[in-house]
């Protein structure tokens, strides 16, 4: 180990020291992973060769890294064929079957003119009508049909950019989360705002220490979690309350339901595991200081997997969620 | 019982009544009994021989050659039994009680007295022939006595004679140890008269005599020749003599030639001379000194006119140096050690200073060293003194800088231009600590040699480079193209050479940028001026140097050093900005290839709390805003700007954190650090990281 430190430039350490994983994305077949970080890189790792019986230190290395943009990848998504890679102002569709071939790159009308380009931190698919909704740093949610690449409407609204979106398949719902604070709740159909609520004004959840912004926000049938400054927080959308709070310290950067838990991370060097009912059942360490993306591998049965990344070129692989089994390394 | 009752009993008698009656008797009868009477007394009595008496001896003589012995060992026989028988006679009569004096008796006795003086006469006759048998025998001893003797001389002079020819027969001529030339040469060569083949064909003696004369007559030849050819020799040597003292007084007058010669060479700039010097000089280099020698010089007739090299050291010891044979230092060296086992075993106190003596041994230098003097652009030159251990067969290099100006002291520089720091890490890796000679490892096993780093700050530093500029190969981990001697040389001289006066550059720059650094003031160049807005408040309030302990207790630089990028070789230090109430701490590792590695700032803040750039994803951002995106601040080649550059970034970055932080707060009342920076957005992305980035026309911050 030591005599690899030596051998690398120092330049590539600089580089690695100062990476941070932004965005994951599995591949349709569960057997691999995408992890864009912040400058502009994707890497490509096999979870096969790295969760295999013969894995060792090379396995855990990426198979492919290519730049797939010019600022960071905040986002990845992936579709049937194509990976989705959103960097500053622009969309990129990578083929899966030959990653290295960028079939499709749309820039969002509005966003071409400004003096700073705009990034892009979340898209969320609408497999209803095959549409992908995109929302960064213009404060505005755009829409877009996969079809032909056309923005089909803006959904404006947000006084500030916006961190997160969710798409309620069954009630044709997008639902985004802004630095301004306010959860928006938008009918695709009629592309407007269907309800609008400002989290931090509800003193349950409300942080003004930390400020008012919603950095993360999933929905899961009729509940929604969401977080940011103001506490995490789980909603109950028909009643638009906030039925429980849950007592992290850090900011939450990224939620999700798994099975009966939500697990969620953020500021702070772990991943907790919460229950619904607003108690924090555990924290399991791992490597970054603070986690941007957590994902898991639903594609595969065999690879199923959570995997976290964050201000560290680690992305720590969860094979049982109450452990790190190991870090994938740039 | 009877006889010896009879025995005394005639003792008695004899002595009783024996004498007396006897000598009455004896006057009494005849001449003759007289006579053998008196025979009897004067045998008895020796001393006293009337004439008479000598006359009856002659007589008895005479009548004992008459007599024959064994009739009168019968006599004496017959007188004895007719004694016996007499006696016992006289016993029985008296037995029979005859009366004393009867004539029975009488007549008796008279007869045994005539008995026994015939017993006399025998036993005389008996004495006298026993005196003449003794005589007989005596005279016939003195004869064998003297023949004996005869013998004893005669055998003696036959030992003497023996011993004689013996002595004789076992005598070496001198001419058996002269190697004689062989027969059959000696009768073709020999001339007739000394070889006298019919004499010598049938003596042998008469042939080596020949043969020796001939010898002889040889030898007598060769010895004139010998000393002909002497005289001649002689006489060539005094010829030689003359012609040397011709040749020796030639001498001065060429040298007086070339000493007229120099200023004509000199005023040519043609200093033949001087190089004819350094060459014979260099001629005692050891191999890897000399090939460095060589191509230094090559390289600094070609490329480059500030290098200069010479030879240092003392030439006569060098002389003496590479004369004896190194063959046997191995064998001597085992032996060394197995003595040295016997002697540890035996006293013990002075092995250390043995071992002291052999690690000296061990570390020796080669009395001739090379001196390169590299001299730069503004005139500071780098003297680079190059030493070969002869026992290691490495080559170390010590270093001086000689700047150009008078540097004025700071307290953070002392470091950089150390001459046991100043050329680490030349190539990546290569520290110059550990001898690059694998066999080395185990000529210090056998002295006790822990490490070659204990002893580099009286040796010099083996670095790789060094031993790659002498022609020395070291079969490594790495295996490019094995060249050796010259070539290897050759192949690194002018990036070597490049990288010395660059690091040299590199290090004057930073001693010059640390003095202002310690004043507070961050220099920045002219060229520079445009990466940085026109007002930055955050200012250097204090940059020191720390130790490389100190900054791996940090624990803002945990991630540093946990990734290995603060090694022992690199410099430490610490620069503290400042801006009111807030206090950012940058660590700095500033490694000693700089610049071509960039330094590296782990930054701590203290306000409103202790953040690092493990807790705070902004201070994090404003660590890779210097230390990734440091292409920009490098400033013009070869990027001596860049720490003080990115010093200053860091300043800019510190006002645009304070000042974006925590707007949102305006319940608070005036904020400490009011908006004075230009940005487009404060926060952008899922991090929410403030734009470090400035826009130089435009003078407003952006995000990455």
Redesign the interface.
């Known amino acids: 180990m ?1 005599r690899c ?3 690398a ?3 590539l ?6 990476m ?1 994983v ?1 965005s994951q994305s599995f591949s349709p077949c569960g057997k691999f992973l995408a992890a864009g970080n ?1 400058y502009g890189e994707i890497a490509l790792f096999s979870l096969s060769a790295a969760l295999g019986p013969d894995a060792n230190e090379l396995s855990q290395k990426p198979i492919l890294t290519f730049t797939a943009h010019e ?2 990848v ?1 986002s990845l998504l992936s579709t049937d064929s194509h990976l989705l890679s959103a960097g500053n102002g622009e969309i990129s569709a990578w083929s899966w079957a030959e990653l290295i071939k960028k079939c499709l790159c749309a820039l969002p009308p509005s966003l071409r003119s400004s ?2 380009i705009p ?1 892009i ?1 979340a898209m969320a698919l609408n497999p209803a009508d095959n549409s992908l909704a995109v929302g960064g ?1 213009d404060n505005n949610v755009h829409i877009m049909d996969l079809e032909n690449g056309a923005f089909k409407s803006v959904l404006q609204g947000h006084t500030d ?1 916006i ?1 997160c979106l969710s798409v309620r398949e069954r009630a044709s719902e997008v639902l985004s989360g802004g ?1 301004d604070g306010a959860v928006r709740i938008w009918d695709t159909r009629t592309s407007q705002c269907v309800h609008c609520v400002e989290v931090y004004k509800y003193e349950t959840c409300a942080r ?1 220490q930390h ?3 919603i ?1 993360c926000l999933t929905t899961d049938s009729d509940w929604m979690l969401c977080g940011g400054g103001p506490s995490l927080s789980l909603w109950h959308l028909r009643s638009m309350s906030p039925t429980s709070v849950f007592p992290l310290s850090g900011c939450q ?1 990224q939620a999700t339901f798994y099975q009966d838990m939500i697990l969620t991370v953020g500021e702070g060097q772990c991943v907790s595991h919460c229950l619904m009912g607003g108690e924090v059942k555990a924290q399991i360490p791992c490597t970054p ?2 986690i ?1 993306t957590l994902a898991i591998n639903t594609n595969s049965t065999e690879h199923r997997v959570l995997t976290v990344g964050g ?1 560290s070129d680690h992305i720590d692989v969860f094979t049982n969620l109450s452990y790190k089994a190991f870090s994938l390394r740039f | 019982m009877s006889a010896e009752a009879l025995k005394k009993r005639k003792a008695k008698v004899l002595r009783a009544e024996g004498v007396t009656p006897e000598v009455k008797r004896g006057r009494g009868e005849g001449d003759a009994q007289v006579t053998e009477l008196w025979g009897d007394v004067l045998l008895i009595l020796p001393g006293r021989r009337d004439p008479p008496t000598l006359l009856s001896i002659l007589y008895e003589e005479m009548e004992l050659e008459r007599r024959d012995p064994e009739q009168d060992y019968k006599q004496y026989k017959q007188t004895c039994e007719s004694l016996a028988s007499l006696m016992g006679e006289i016993q029985e009569l008296k037995a029979a009680g005859a009366k004393e004096g009867c004539t029975e008796v009488e007549k008796r006795r008279l007869q045994s007295c005539i008995h026994f003086m015939n017993l006399k006469k025998l036993n005389r006759l008996a004495h006298i022939r026993l005196k003449k048998g003794r005589d007989q025998t005596h005279d016939a001893k003195q004869k064998v006595d003297v023949l004996h003797l005869q013998l004893q001389n005669l055998l003696y002079e036959v030992m003497h004679l023996q011993k004689e020819i013996s002595k004789c027969l076992e005598f070496k001529s001198k001419h058996e140890e002269i190697d004689l030339v062989s027969e059959t040469e000696f009768y073709q060569e020999a001339p007739e008269e000394i070889s006298r083949p019919l004499l010598t064909k049938e003596d042998p003696h008469q042939l080596t005599l020949a043969r020796l004369d001939w010898e002889l007559e040889q030898r007598k030849r060769l010895a004139e020749k010998y000393s002909e050819s002497q005289t001649t020799k002689e006489k060539i040597a005094k010829s030689i003599e003359v012609k040397k003292e011709h040749l020796g007084s030639l001498q001065p007058g060429l040298n007086a030639i070339m000493q007229a010669s120099l200023p004509v060479q000199q005023y040519l700039s043609m200093p033949f001379e001087q190089t004819q010097k350094q060459t014979e000089v260099a001629r005692h280099l050891p191999p890897a000194l000399y090939v460095l020698f060589v191509q230094a010089k090559a390289y600094g007739q070609a490329c480059d006119k500030n290098l200069s090299v010479s030879i240092s050291g003392d030439v006569d010891e060098a002389k003496a140096l590479s004369k004896p044979p190194e063959d046997s230092q191995d064998d001597e060296s085992d032996s060394d050690a197995e003595e040295e086992q016997e002697k540890t075993k035996r006293r013990r106190p002075t092995t250390g200073c043995q071992l002291d003596d052999k690690r000296r041994e061990m570390l020796k230098r080669h009395p001739l060293s090379l001196c390169l003097d590299l001299k730069c652009k503004d005139g500071s030159v780098l003297h680079l003194y190059f030493y070969h251990l002869i026992n290691l067969n490495i080559l170390t290099v010590k270093t001086k800088v000689a700047p150009a100006t008078d540097l004025s002291t700071a307290v953070s520089a002392g470091e950089l231009l150390n001459a046991e720091t100043l050329l680490s890490c030349l190539y ?2 290569d520290l110059g600590q550990e001898t690059p000679n694998p066999a080395n490892r185990y000529q210090f096993d056998k002295v006790g040699i822990v490490t070659f780093a204990d002893h580099v700050g009286e040796l010099g530093h083996p670095y790789v480079w060094v031993q790659d500029l002498g022609g020395l190969y070291f079969p490594g981990e790495a295996p490019q193209g094995v060249r050796v001697g010259s070539a290897l040389s050759a192949s690194h001289m002018e990036a070597t050479m490049k990288l010395l006066r660059g690091r040299v550059q590199s290090r004057l720059a930073l001693h010059k940028q640390f003095t202002s650094l310690e004043h507070s003031i961050v220099p920045i160049a002219a060229e520079s001026q445009h990466l940085f807005p026109a007002k930055v408040i955050s200012r250097l309030a204090r940059w020191t140097t720390i130790a490389h302990q100190d900054y791996m207790d940090l624990s803002f630089t945990k ?2 050093t946990g ?3 603060a090694k022992e070789a690199d410099l430490f230090f610490m620069a503290v900005l400042e801006r009111g109430t807030a206090r950012l701490q940058a660590a700095v590792v500033l ?1 000693p ?1 700089y610049p071509e ?2 330094p ?1 700032f782990s930054l701590c803040l203290s306000w409103k709390g202790e953040h690092s750039g ?2 705070d ?1 902004n201070l ?1 951002a404003m ?2 805003e210097v ?2 995106f440091k292409s920009e601040l490098q400033g013009p080649r070869p990027g001596h700007q860049l720490l003080t550059n990115q010093l200053a970034r860091l300043c800019v970055c510190l006002d645009v954190y304070l000042e974006t932080d925590g707007e ?2 305006s319940v608070e009342g005036p904020r400490e650090f009011p908006r004075e920076k230009m940005c ?2 404060t ?6 990281l403030k734009p470090f980035k400035y826009n130089h026309p435009q003078g407003f911050f ?3």
Do not use: C, Q
């Open positions: 030591a430190v030596e051998t430039s120092p330049i350490m600089h580089h690695l020291l100062h941070s932004f912040n600022g960071p905040f003096l700073e990034e931190n740093g950019y961190h630095e003004p400020g008012k912004w950095s950067r200081h603070s941007n201000s | 990546s890796g991630h540093v990734a290995g990028l490694s290839r590695v960039s590296l493990s807790t994803d994090r660590e890779s230390n990734v949102d707060n487009l957005r926060v952008r992305g899922p991090n929410r952006s995000h990455r």
